[in-house]
C-alpha cells in the first residue's frame, strides 16, 4: 500500500492551506485516498501529489475551478490544449479590463490633483475640450450639495457600472435659464473608458468662462452673477447650457470646506463688439 499523508502535511508539502485542500475535496476535484471513520482524518498517496500539481499549476493560470474538474474528468492533451486557449482569450480580455481601470484612475488622479492645485475665484476663458456627455433634462432645486443624489439615480437607473459617476455629475442651465436661474438639467461627464447604456451626446471644443471656487451647488449663485459680469464686460453673450460640476464633493471627503466646483458657460463674442 502506498504511504499515505495527513492532509496537514500536504498541506505543507504543496505550501497550501488545509482549508484549500477542503475545498477541492467539497468540489469534487481531489478526494483524500481515506478518511478515518473513527477520527476524521484525512490522508492522501503520492499518487494524488500530480493531480495536486495539476491543480495548483491551473489555479495559477486563474483557470475556474469548474473548468479544473472537467478536465481532471478526462484528462487529454488536445482537453487541455483548448482549455488553455480559452484562459488565455480570458486573462487578455482581463488584462483589458485592467488596463481601463488603470486609466480610469489616471483620470480621476489628474482631475483630483487639477482641482487641489488650480487658482480659485477668477473668471478666466478656456477652451473646453471636446467631451462625451448624457444629458437628461430635469427641473432642480439645489439648497444642499446632497440635493443632486435624486438626480443621479435618475441617470443610474438600468446602469450596470455606476462607479462612473464618482464626482462627474453635474447641474446645468438653458441659455434662458442663465438669465432667469434655475437648473433644468443634469450631465454624465463620460470618459473615453466609461460604458453607459443609453444615449449619450458629444460636446465640441468650446470656448468657455470658467469659475472654479471653494464650496457646492448653494454657493453657485453668487459666481454665476460674477461670471455674467464678466462676459458683459467682456463682450461676451452665452452660447450654450451651463456645466457645473462639482469636482470635490461629499463623494471624496467628508469636510466641506474642500469642497471645489466648478462652473463653465459656453461663450461667443458678441455681434455688437465684432
Known amino acids: 500500500m502506498d504511504k499515505l499523508f495527513r ?18 475535496e467539497d468540489e469534487g476535484l481531489l478526494v483524500p485516498e481515506k478518511i478515518d471513520p473513527d477520527t ?22 486563474d483557470m475556474p475551478l469548474s473548468e479544473i474538474g472537467d478536465f ?39 482631475r483630483l490633483r487639477e482641482a487641489q492645485d488650480t487658482r480659485l475665484g477668477e473668471v478666466l476663458l ?43 455629475v453635474g447641474a446645468s442651465m438653458s441659455a434662458e435659464r442663465l438669465k432667469n436661474e434655475g437648473y433644468d438639467g443634469i450631465f454624465l461627464v463620460l470618459d473615453d473608458e466609461d460604458r453607459y447604456e443609453g444615449e449619450t451626446i458629444l460636446l465640441p471644443e468650446t470656448l468657455c468662462a470658467t469659475v472654479r471656487f471653494r464650496g457646492s451647488h448653494p454657493e453657485a449663485p453668487a459666481q454665476y452673477a460674477r461670471m455674467m459680469d464678466y462676459m458683459q464686460a467682456h463682450g461676451l453673450e452665452i452660447a450654450g447650457f451651463s456645466r457645473e460640476i462639482t469636482l470635490i464633493d461629499y463623494g471624496l471627503t467628508s469636510d466641506s470646506d474642500k469642497f471645489v466646483t466648478e462652473i463653465s458657460i459656453p461663450v461667443k463674442k458678441n455681434r455688437a463688439e465684432k
Open 7 to 24: 492532509i496537514g502535511d500536504v498541506a505543507r508539502l504543496f505550501h497550501l492551506s488545509v482549508s484549500s485542500l477542503r475545498h477541492y
Open 40 to 61: 476524521g482524518y484525512r490522508y492522501y498517496s503520492v499518487r494524488q501529489f500530480e493531480v495536486l500539481n495539476t491543480i495548483r499549476y491551473l489555479r495559477a493560470l
Open 72 to 110: 481532471l474528468k478526462n484528462r487529454d492533451v488536445e482537453k487541455i490544449e483548448e482549455k488553455l486557449l480559452r484562459q488565455k482569450q480570458a486573462v487578455a480580455e482581463k488584462r483589458r479590463e485592467l488596463l481601463r481601470i488603470e486609466r480610469r484612475i489616471d483620470n480621476r488622479l489628474a
Open 126 to 168: 478656456r477652451d473646453a475640450p471636446a467631451c462625451r456627455v448624457v444629458w437628461l433634462q430635469k427641473e432642480l432645486r439645489l439648497n444642499s450639495f446632497l440635493d443632486m443624489e435624486g438626480a443621479i439615480r435618475c441617470l443610474d437607473e438600468c446602469q450596470s457600472e455606476t462607479a462612473i459617476f464618482l464626482g462627474k
